[in-house]
Structures are given as structure tokens and as C-alpha cells.
């Protein structure tokens, strides 16, 4: 047992739970992390190269990040992503540097 007692355990589990319908609700997850930055990105592939040729369409972008106020927060669709520098190739599971074009975004 983690918690001296089933009160606290039940308040633990309200406090970390960012769950809704068995999903990662990133709004919840946003509000109780609010210097969290949360980039979601809704895209076909991803590619490894980093050439003009290498950017593939995304549907749509996300940013989340309760910090900074509303204004840190948006959404933009058909906007251009690719990989921003040869270090980040081989880590994009976890992690890349993006290069994300807003030039055709709306």
C-alpha cells in the first residue's frame, strides 16, 4: 500500500487521473500540468528526411499549454511537418525537432 489509508489513495487517484473512457484527456492532463507543453499532431506518416520534399501534410496541429494564458493555446489544420535537423531522425518514437510550415495552415 502506497497511502496510509484508502482516503488518501482515493484523493491520489482523483488528483493524477487524466483519464476519460480509458483515454489520455489532454485538456485534464493540460489543467494539472499547466507548464506542460502538449503537441498533438494528426498526421498520415512521418518522415525521416529533413528536404522540402520530406514535409507531409498534417491534418491538423494542436498546442496546448495552460502556462502561458489562451493565447499559448492552438489549433491550426493542413499546415506543413518535418523533421528539423539530422540528430532527430533517429529518435522519432520519442521525440523530434519539428519544423512545422503554417505558410498553407488555416
Do not use: W
Not at 493524477?16 to 483515454?23: A, K, V
Not at 493565447?71 to 520519442?94: H, M, P, R, W
Request: net charge negative; with cysteine.
Amino acid at each position: 500500500m502506497d497511502a496510509p489509508n484508502a482516503s488518501q489513495m482515493v484523493l491520489r487517484y482523483n488528483r493524477n487521473n487524466i483519464l476519460t473512457d480509458g483515454e489520455v484527456d489532454y485538456n485534464k492532463l493540460a489543467s494539472k500540468n499547466p507548464n506542460l507543453r502538449i503537441l498533438l499532431l494528426d498526421l498520415e506518416k512521418m518522415t525521416g528526411g529533413k528536404e522540402d520534399e520530406d514535409e507531409v501534410l498534417a491534418h491538423t496541429v494542436r498546442y496546448i499549454h495552460r502556462g502561458g494564458g489562451d493565447a499559448d493555446c492552438f489549433t491550426i489544420n493542413n499546415c506543413g511537418v518535418k523533421v528539423q535537423g539530422t540528430s532527430s531522425v533517429g529518435y522519432l518514437e520519442s521525440a523530434g525537432n519539428l519544423d512545422i510550415n503554417f505558410k498553407y495552415g488555416r
